[in-house]
């Protein structure tokens, strides 16, 4: 934090647009696992072979953007 506080407002301000993309991204990510998920609730048994891929690239994906942000994972 101590860098944080030596960055000039620009460069506050970058920061905090890069946070909110990310933020954005993750909610993103979030609403397509969700939507994913109730498509395997719905599909038939042709389908959810694709779905359960889509989702669990997604959780792929929110796996390491968690550890890339912070570098825990629950």
């Given at each position: 934090?101590?860098s944080?506080?030596?960055l000039?407002?620009?460069?506050?301000?970058r920061?905090?647009?890069?946070k909110?993309?990310e933020?954005f991204?993750?909610?993103?990510?979030?609403e397509?696992l969700?939507?994913?998920i109730?498509?395997?609730?719905?599909?038939?048994?042709?389908e959810?072979?694709e779905l359960?891929?889509?989702c669990?690239?997604?959780?792929k994906?929110?796996?390491?953007?968690?550890l890339?942000?912070d570098?825990?994972?629950?």
């Amino acid at each position: 934090m101590d860098s944080e506080n030596k960055l000039t407002p620009f460069a506050k301000a970058r920061l905090n647009i890069n946070k909110t993309a990310e933020n954005f991204n993750f909610y993103n990510s979030v609403e397509m696992l969700a939507i994913a998920i109730d498509g395997l609730k719905k599909a038939s048994s042709d389908e959810p072979d694709e779905l359960d891929i889509m989702c669990n690239n997604i959780i792929k994906e929110l796996c390491a953007f968690m550890l890339e942000r912070d570098g825990t994972w629950n």
